[in-house]
């Protein structure tokens, strides 16, 4: 969204998202010189429907999605390695690389220490 005052000697353009506060103060001090111009970045859309998201969905791999959570939760593969039940941390690189497949088993503890859903990590 911008915002537009235009005065003989002011102009204020204020680009983003735009607080109502803010816009009702700017009505509030310039009246009719405020224009609001909705930008086209407002418009809402899918995101699973977008060239962007495809892509990125056909690159992450299950090896791929264990370590963006692994890292996301602040685990070193060596700790993920033992809440698996004492995997050592090769074996949980190895999977993170798709050198080495992550067996239904583990995908299923992953998916409980995760909180997620199990197809995540199963190829």
Not at 17 to 27: A, E, H, P, T
Not at 71 to 79: C, L, S
Not at 90 to 111: F, P, Y
């Amino acid at each position: 969204m911008l915002a537009v005052v235009k005065t003989p000697r002011i102009k204020i353009e204020i680009k983003g998202k735009i607080s109502k506060r803010l816009l009702d103060v700017l009505k509030e001090e310039y009246g009719s010189d405020v224009q609001i111009i909705p930008d086209e970045e407002d418009e809402k859309l899918d995101i699973f429907d977008t060239d962007w998201y495809k892509n990125v969905k056909e690159k992450l791999t299950p090896g791929k999605n264990m370590r963006i959570y692994r890292q996301n939760r602040g685990m070193t593969q060596k700790e993920l390695g033992e809440q698996l039940g004492g995997i050592p941390r090769q074996h949980i690189s190895n999977m993170e690389r798709g050198i080495r497949a992550i067996s239904k088993k583990v995908a299923l503890r992953l998916s409980k220490i995760f909180d997620t859903s199990v197809d995540k990590f199963i190829g």
